[in-house]
């Protein structure tokens, strides 16, 4: 079945050690989302690839990075986590940005930094 | 003002009855409306959307969009304890920008 996928499904890592959380997708899709989600609050969007074009939300801290080496996968990077960052972190993919194109997400990874 | 506020609830309701969850947003000019439904500690799951003013019905859920009040809705009917999770509503113009999400409880 055409989804997405993240890995881990759980990460634990120490204060200020760097992470990278993959997304990967089989549907093709151009758009590539990484949203945060903290506990009982309703997911942010981090940033977005359109194919190879970056977009960083203005207020996306400097200290989350994404890289797309190509359509299927994308990563998230934290740079040094603090715990702040503690979080879910869910990607989506879209077909393309227009109003009516659905997001389809993935099951989330789950970030615990101690 | 937050582009899109979610009555917060929390939202109880017996087995078979009607939920109702409702959002109010700012008007951003060309939009869509999407709802999902997220249980708890996964990611959240796609009901449905909506774009033209009116309603739109598919299964048991029907959404409403009145672009002249910037409000939007959603009907749970027969409401069943398997659409016990969280409902966010998320404006759409390029990105979702999501509401704070309402709890839904089905009692037995």
């Known amino acids: 079945d055409a989804m997405v996928i993240q890995n881990p499904r759980y990460q634990v890592t120490q204060f200020g050690k760097p992470v990278t959380l993959s997304c990967s997708q089989t549907?093709?899709?151009?758009?590539m989302y990484w949203y945060q989600q903290k506990s009982s609050q309703a997911p942010k969007l981090l940033f977005h690839?359109?194919?190879?074009?970056?977009?960083n939300e203005a207020d996306t801290p400097d200290n989350f990075q994404s890289r797309r080496p190509n359509t299927s996968f994308c990563f998230l990077d934290i740079r040094s986590p603090g715990l702040g960052d503690a979080a879910m972190y869910l990607c989506?993919?879209?077909?393309?940005?227009?109003?009516?194109?659905?997001?389809?997400f993935g099951p989330g990874t789950r970030l615990t930094v101690l | 003002q937050k582009e899109v506020e979610q009555n917060s609830g929390p939202l109880s309701v017996p087995e078979g009855a009607i939920a109702s969850l409702n959002c109010t947003y700012s008007?951003?000019?060309?939009?869509?409306f999407f709802w999902y439904r997220q249980y708890s500690g996964k990611s959240p799951e796609l009901i449905m959307f909506?774009?033209?003013?009116g309603d739109k019905e598919d299964g048991r859920f029907t959404a409403q969009l009145n672009k002249a009040s910037h409000y939007v809705s959603l009907l749970i009917r027969d409401s069943q304890p398997s659409d016990s999770a969280t409902y966010l509503c998320?404006?759409?113009?390029?990105?979702?920008?999501f509401g704070a999400g309402t709890t839904v409880t089905v009692r037995a």
């Open positions: 909506i774009y033209s003013n």
């Open positions: 998320a404006l759409h113009d390029y990105k979702l920008s």
């Open positions: 549907l093709n899709h151009n758009v």
């Open positions: 690839y359109y194919d190879k074009d970056f977009n």
């Open positions: 008007d951003r000019g060309s939009q869509s």
């Open positions: 989506a993919t879209s077909r393309e940005l227009g109003v009516t194109d659905t997001q389809y």
